[in-house]
């Protein structure tokens, strides 16, 4: 089996190999062009699988023409047309309706627990979404991580009554996954879901084989890897390219940086303060070069919006889930909604301030 450094050898080449082909310039003969290339991409694998000679030199050769082979055969394929009214698409719907009929006062809290559970941001003010966007805090709107991370946490914690058994473990992990996948399909499958997916995917499958570490940055790689090949042309996607950059910088410089802080107790309030520091300007530092390139704008006040706003959407996230959950089983009692309220006001309160500065 691979270890974590492999995974993360062998993701450069095979990842620098789909973006060579995915950034093939366009014109008539492109699909000629590529599926020339596909050819001679199967070739080189085949001739360096059954070559003699530096063997580790070989296998980056060998996966960089297996990117390369994924990237052609994706510009020449034709991909079916996506299916409608499935099971996904009917629970979404069902969904929206539960928070539509929840009743909430503040006007902008339904369309943000839409925003923030569904991915849903059509019904947000223009208002709001100027906040969003001036803020810095943009990110928070767009299904990610955080977001996945958090129904993550309230799966795991209502499957605790299961035990910690070998059977129980299996069980948990595979509704777990069940469960996240579902998610992700009926929310769109952006490609910062996905991801997430694919890291809870992963996360559980090592789980559940002995004597197996979980690397963050292996299994960075190892997800970068699996949704390349799945969806070669994602990595146009500015969306796929700031989560995986995002994610890199947390695994790699937000350790260092969280280091930094001089040894104190756990509860250290100012040790959480500047770790949650440390997250943000880190993931900035990783982005912010991307993002300047594509929009020429950064948010100067990303690091006071973030400290905010970051604690109030978790826990507005938690809130949510619960709220509709409740809603949906017609057990909601109207203090919970109204605690939803208050977070989705003081949410979107907090960055009208910081981007008025």
Known sequence: MLEGKDIVAISIPFSAGVALAAYLPPGEFSPYLAAALSCLAAAAFAILYCGRGDRSLMCHAMFFCAGMLCGFTALIAIAPPAPHGGPAERALEALTAVIDRCGFRFDQTAP?????????????????????????????????????????????????????SRPAAVMKAALTIAAAGFFTAMTGASPSVVRAFLFILINEISRLLPGRRRRPLAVLCAALMIQLAADPMIIRSLSFQL??????????????????YPESGRRDPFRKLWSAAALSISCQLYTAPLAWWHFHTFPAYFLISNLVALPI??????????????????????MLKGLTDILAQALVKSLETVSSL
């Not at 989560?243 to 930094?260: G, N, R």
């Not at 978790?314 to 017609?330: K, N, P, R």
């Open 112 to 164: 943000l627990v839409k925003a923030l559970v569904t991915g849903q941001r059509e019904g947000l003010s223009p208002e709001t979404n100027a906040a969003f966007q001036d803020s810095g805090a943009v990110h928070i709107l767009s299904l990610s991580g955080l977001h996945m991370g958090v129904i993550y946490g309230i799966l795991h914690k209502s499957l605790a009554w299961a035990g910690r």
């Open 243 to 260: 989560s995986y950059l995002a994610m890199l910088a947390i695994f790699t410089l937000f350790p260092v940086m969280e280091s930094w």
């Open 313 to 334: 959407s978790e826990v507005l996230i938690i809130s949510s889930v619960i709220t509709v959950a409740a809603e949906a089983a017609g057990i909601c009692p109207d």
